[in-house]
């Protein structure tokens, strides 16, 4: 068996500008960069391969920035930031992809994609002003369902910016799906919640299920 290969060899060997510097860095990060991204967020093994070349591209080019500080896992960290931050930018693309299919596509209101849409906002949205019930998965069918009504009920921009805000995504991303100035988008995502959280508690109360409204 080899000897095993130290993040500080393969930052010695990168900055030194060896070319053993990345065949060490392949050896050690390509599977396990490649691992996490399928097993932790279920990016598609092609588009995995892809991401991972990039990051460890980006390992090599920005290496020079790097420096130890605590321990030798100090590599290995900043190494994954590195990737969990390409990971969200790709995942937030195909998020922003999705939403410019449902403003420019007709009939793009299918079951899961609403129900899927639903899940996100509820449980970023509704979390403050349901009584402990933040998360999605423990609304059940019937409120849920409400949540899913009350989203179809309003304006598909609408629909686009409470989904849009839902997953962090920046005003300035979201403004040319929704066809709203990016400086604007703060006060209409306000209005547009205050909006969804009052019809959706006008239908909570009708069907007597407790809604915090205070929060409001």
Request: net charge negative.
């Amino acid at each position: 068996m080899g000897q095993q290969i130290s993040n500080r060899q393969i930052v010695e060997e990168l900055k030194a500008g060896d070319r053993l510097g990345c065949t060490h860095l392949m050896q050690v990060y390509q599977h396990r960069l490649f691992e996490h991204l399928v097993g932790t967020f279920h990016i598609l093994r092609e588009d995995a391969e892809e991401i991972v070349s990039d990051v460890l591209l980006a390992v090599v080019q920005r290496i020079s920035l790097f420096s130890f500080r605590n321990s030798d896992e100090d590599f290995a960290r900043w190494v994954f930031t590195i990737l969990r931050n390409r990971a969200r930018d790709f995942l937030r693309q195909q998020d922003l992809h999705g939403m410019k299919m449902e403003v420019f596509s007709e009939g793009a209101e299918g079951d899961d994609e609403i129900f899927t849409a639903a899940r996100e906002i509820a449980d970023i949205v509704i979390h403050d002003f349901m009584e402990g019930e933040g998360d999605a998965d423990k609304l059940g069918s019937r409120p849920l369902q409400l949540v899913v009504e009350t989203l179809q009920s309003m304006e598909t921009w609408e629909r686009v910016l409470l989904r849009c805000r839902a997953l962090d995504i920046p005003y300035e991303e979201i403004a040319p799906y929704v066809d709203r100035p990016a400086k604007q988008l703060k006060i209409y995502h306000l209005r547009v919640k205050n909006k969804f959280i009052q019809k959706l508690r006008e239908e909570f109360e009708k069907h007597h299920i407790p809604f915090i409204t205070e929060n409001v």
